[in-house]
Structure formats: structure tokens, C-alpha cells
């Protein structure tokens, strides 16, 4: 990759990556580079284009980023997050949180300035606006209720996750529902989430997406099981509990339910030793909805796979 570039060592690949002569499509190429290299020394540059480019040079660098040694990245991404809600207020002329917040809440403001208010409340991890953020996934304009979704997510404090329920219980709007269910599922931790969400997934009075959302949100309680066959802890507890009812979704009257849940059961096939999930796999390769047996196929082909790979390294 350097030879093809022309550099003839690491320091020249930083500079090529950085020089504005350089044309975008060498940039790019140059991040990627760095980002199989891998090296430490590589995160100041690209997290410097990262912040100040835009389009694929800035995604080249952010996904180079992402094979930089962790310990080193991981604070360099928290920077690179603020970075870029800073620069949402900025771009929105805003200069206090609390005016971040009113903008998003006023619905007489463009849906764009609403949007980039609450991702930047997200990015900045504004922990005193979840309540609000909260309210704003029942919002008539479903971009916005999507941003204040994928703010809660970037702020990261699971005690939303009661008021998320409440939300789903009580709400009449079917894309608030599908939202919360969306921040519900990325906190797989609580046994309040997992309980909420097999409840919604048995309930055949919910409309089909909401339910469908359900499925895919417990696949995320099905990784710990998935991933470690003799756990003993809570997040064991919950992942068998997400498995249990996603089994049973394989049967609901709704085809796109049952396909959810099959596909969230997938890495509890290829993963874990599970006789009752195999099974399921099995019942579903001669299933008359064509979508649904090529999927039980595909998995057990893959975990047939997987298997004789574990059995050839040994």
C-alpha cells in the first residue's frame, strides 16, 4: 500500500494524508492505509482530518480511527464526539445547552435546525435533557423523534430505560414506540429492558413493526449467552429470557415478526450450543414463506461452517 502511494515510510504517509495538494481520492487511500498499519502514531493525523473534512475523506479517517489500539482511541473518540457537537452548536449559533434544548423542542423551527439541536445534545452528552430528549421521541416529525432517539444512545444512562417503557406502554403514535424500543434494546443490561421488550413481542395487539423492532432490539440480550456457554450472571439470566421469547416469535401470525426473531436468534445458532434453538433452525428450512427458509438455511450452513473451522484448528 505505501509503494502505491509513493511513500517511502510511515511519515511520509502522515504528511500525504494531511496535504491539501494531495488529491482527495490519494487521501483516502492514505487513511486506509493507516488505518491496516494500525500504529498509535497514525490517531493525531487522522483525528485531525477526521474533525476537518467532510464526506469520505472524514469517513475514511473515522474508520481508520477505529483500528487504532484501544486504549488509545477510545479517548480520542470521546474527543472526536464532542468535537463534532461542538460543532453543531457553532453551526447553529447557539451558546448555552439550554438554548440547544429550546431549539429543539420549538416545532415552528426547520426540521434540519431541530435534527442537528438534538444530535448535538447527544454529541455533548447533555446527561439534564433526557427527560426531554424522552418526550421527543413522540414528536409528529419522525427525523426528529429519530435524532432525540440516537441522543439518548450517544448520552448513555440506562435510568431513561423506565421512562422508554412507560412511553411504549402508553403511547399512541406507532413510531414513538418503534423508537424507544430502539433505546430500550441498546441498554441489554436491565432487567426492566428485557422483560418490557418480551412482553411487547407476545403482545399480538401491537402493530407488526412495533413488535418486529421488539425482536430485533432482544438480539442484543442474545450476545452475552451467544458468547459465553458457561456464564453464570445476570446478563446470562437475561439472555436466556431474550432467547426464550424470540423462539416463541418464530411462530407469531406475522411473517415479518417471525423472520426478526429468526434472524435475532442467529448468533445464539452460530455462537452457543443450544439444542432448542437449533431445533427452531431446523423446523424453519422447508417453512413455507420462502424468505424465512432461505434464512434457517443460510444460518445452518454458516454454523456447519463454523463448526468444521473449530474442529480443523484443533
Known amino acids: 500500500m505505501l509503494s502505491k502511494l509513493g511513500a517511502k515510510s510511515t511519515n511520509e504517509l502522515i504528511e500525504l494524508s494531511l496535504s491539501a495538494d494531495t488529491s482527495t481520492k490519494r487521501r483516502v487511500l492514505a487513511c486506509k492505509a493507516m488505518g491496516e498499519l494500525g500504529y498509535s502514531k497514525f490517531g493525531p493525523a487522522l483525528l485531525h482530518i477526521a474533525r476537518n473534512s ?25 474527543d472526536l464526539v464532542r468535537a463534532k457537537g461542538e460543532f453543531l452548536r457553532k453551526r447553529l449559533g447557539v451558546a448555552e445547552e439550554g438554548e440547544l434544548l429550546a431549539l429543539a423542542l420549538d416545532k415552528s423551527r426547520p426540521q434540519k435546525c431541530r435534527v442537528n439541536a438534538c444530535g448535538a445534545l447527544g454529541f455533548l452528552r447533555r446527561r439534564s435533557t433526557r427527560k426531554k430528549l424522552v418526550q421527543l421521541i413522540t414528536d409528529e416529525d419522525t427525523l426528529v423523534a429519530n435524532a432525540a432517539a440516537h441522543a439518548l ?49 407476545r403482545d399480538t395487539r401491537e402493530h407488526e413493526d412495533v413488535r418486529a423492532r421488539a425482536a430485533s432490539s432482544l438480539h442484543n440480550f442474545t450476545i452475552p449467552a451467544a458468547r459465553s456457554d458457561h456464564r453464570r450472571s445476570k446478563d446470562s439470566k437475561y439472555s436466556q429470557i431474550a432467547c426464550e421469547a424470540l423462539r416463541r416469535a418464530t411462530n407469531d401470525p406475522s411473517a415479518k415478526v417471525r423472520y426478526r426473531a429468526l434472524e435475532a436468534l442467529s448468533s445464539v445458532l452460530m455462537y452457543r450450543k443450544s439444542p432448542q434453538t437449533l431445533q427452531v433452525f431446523k423446523a424453519r428450512i422447508s417453512d413455507s414463506d420462502p424468505t424465512l427458509a432461505a434464512l434457517a438455511r443460510e444460518s445452518l450452513q454458516m454454523c456447519m461452517s463454523l463448526q468444521d473451522e473449530a474442529c480443523r484448528k484443533q
Do not use: C
Open 153 to 201: 444512545i450517544n448520552i448513555g444512562k440506562p435510568d431513561v430505560v423506565p421512562m422508554l417503557i412507560d412511553t411504549i406502554r402508553h403511547s399512541k403514535k406507532r413510531n414513538a414506540k418503534i423508537e424507544a424500543i430502539y433505546v430500550v434494546g441498546s441498554f441489554p443490561n436491565r432487567a426492566t429492558s428485557v422483560a418490557a421488550l418480551a412482553q411487547i413481542l
Open 54 to 78: 467532510k464526506g469520505s475523506l472524514a469517513q475514511a479517517a473515522e474508520a481508520a480511527i477505529q483500528r487504532i489500539p484501544p486504549r488509545w482511541r477510545l479517548k480520542r473518540m470521546r
